[in-house]
Nanobody
Framework: QVQLVESGGGLVQPGGSLRLSCAASGSFLSINNMGWYRQEPGKQRELVASITRGGSTNYGDSAKGRFTISRGNAKNTVNLQMNSLKPEDTAVYYC?????????WGKGTLVTVSS
C-alpha cells in the first residue's frame, strides 16, 4: 500500500502565493516520478508539474514561469511553490507518484484564488 498525503491548499488572493506539499508513505523501495495535477469541475485532470528522481522537471503550460516543483532529500516528498496565482488556477490539486510503472494519487487539496 502507498499513501500520498497533500497539504497546503487554501484560499489566496490573486497575485498571492501558496506552497503545496505531498508526502508518500507505505511499502516501496523508491519512487520514480512525482508530480502535481489539477482538476476543475467538469474538466479533465491536467498536468501542473512533474519531477523525476534525478531532478528533471516538466511543467504544464499554465505553470511555466510561475510554479516551481521540487523533491525533498528523502525523495518521497514533493513540493509545489505557486507564485503569481490567478483565479483560473482555482482547482483541486492532486499529488501523483509513479512506482514500478503504477500511478498512485492523493485525495487532493483545494486551491481557491479569489479576492
Amino acid at each position: 500500500q502507498v499513501q500520498l498525503v497533500e497539504s497546503g491548499g487554501g484560499l489566496v488572493q490573486p497575485g498571492g502565493s501558496l506552497r503545496l506539499s505531498c508526502a508518500a508513505s507505505g511499502s516501496f523501495l523508491s519512487i520514480n516520478n512525482m508530480g502535481w495535477y489539477r482538476q476543475e469541475p467538469g474538466k479533465q485532470r491536467e498536468l501542473v508539474a512533474s519531477i523525476t528522481r534525478g531532478g528533471s522537471t516538466n511543467y504544464g503550460d499554465s505553470a511555466k514561469g510561475r510554479f516551481t516543483i521540487s523533491r525533498g532529500n528523502a525523495k518521497n516528498t514533493v513540493n509545489l511553490q505557486m507564485n503569481s496565482l490567478k483565479p483560473e488556477d482555482t482547482a483541486v490539486y492532486y499529488c501523483n507518484a509513479v512506482i514500478l510503472a503504477r500511478d498512485y494519487w492523493g485525495k487532493g487539496t483545494l486551491v481557491t484564488v479569489s479576492s
